[in-house]
T-cell receptor, first 115, second 111 residues
Framework: EAGVTQFPSHSVIEKGQTVTLRCDPI?????LYWYRRVMGKEIKFLLH????????ESGMPNNRFLAERTGGTYSTLKVQPAELEDSGVYFC?????????????FGSGTQLSVL | GQQVMQIPQYQHVQEGEDFTTYCNSS?????IQWYKQRPGGHPVFLIQ?????EVKKQKRLTFQFGEAKKNSSLHITATQTTDVGTYFC???????????FGPGTSLSVIP
């Protein structure tokens, strides 16, 4: 069974440019999360999809970040325009639906560097 | 908002020594999970604790969930170099809430 896939694995862009990250969750997983880890700090929650609906987007930093999950399958996270503080590792995680039983499966992450 | 804290931030141990990381939440948790991230890798699920006072063991790892369901600990007996990595606790307030991660404890094992 394929795991959670993210690409690109690395992205280096200049301040002001646009970057789109993609996440393909494990097939059949309704829950999809985006997290960000900056400079070895905590894994910070960004948002949570249940199928195609945004369940919780309270962690999104500002309106420069836009996440979509069309059709409830893969998800994209667009940063436009990128700022220096957006640098970090963006992780996607997915899990099966289930009461109190959500084991998160993480992708390998996208290392974003904004110069 | 909900906060999850961990101590210590870093721990260096000699191979064979024991290691413990502590996790504390500002709110009562529905459950707590532990993840391990190897250097250059991604977080990998280790275990989930649900019941108050629950203790679970995985070989040399012992996980505990506090009676008040606000704190947890991970203890590794006789560390090995394969234990190197960052250990994160993660919790949620309700069963359907988002999973909030602590800052992690980075473990280094000196051979």
């Amino acid at each position: 069974e394929a795991g959670v896939t993210q690409f690109p694995s690395h992205s280096v862009i200049e301040k002001g440019q646009t970057v789109t990250l993609r996440c393909d969750p494990i097939s059949g997983h309704d829950n999809l999360y985006w997290y960000r880890r900056v400079m070895g700090k905590e894994i910070k929650f960004l948002l949570h999809f249940v199928k195609e609906s945004k369940q919780d987007e309270s962690g999104m930093p500002n309106n420069r970040f836009l996440a979509e999950r069309t059709g409830g399958t893969y998800s994209t996270l667009k940063v436009q325009p990128a700022e220096l503080e957006d640098s970090g590792v963006y992780f996607c995680a997915s899990s099966q639906a289930g009461y109190n039983n959500e084991k998160l499966f993480f992708g390998s992450g996208t290392q974003l560097s904004v110069l | 908002g909900q906060q999850v804290m961990q101590i210590p931030q870093y721990q260096h141990v000699q191979e064979g020594e024991d290691f413990t990381t502590y996790c504390n939440s500002s709110t009562t948790l529905s459950n707590i999970q532990w993840y391990k991230q190897r250097p250059g890798g991604h977080p990998v699920f280790l275990i989930q604790l649900v019941k108050s006072g629950e203790v679970k063991k995985q070989k040399r790892l012992t996980f505990q969930f506090g009676e008040a369901k606000k704190n947890s600990s991970l203890h590794i007996t006789a560390t090995q170099t394969t234990d190197v990595g960052t250990y994160f606790c993660a919790g949620r307030k309700t069963s359907y809430d988002k999973v909030i991660f602590g800052p992690g404890t980075s473990l280094s094992v000196i051979p």
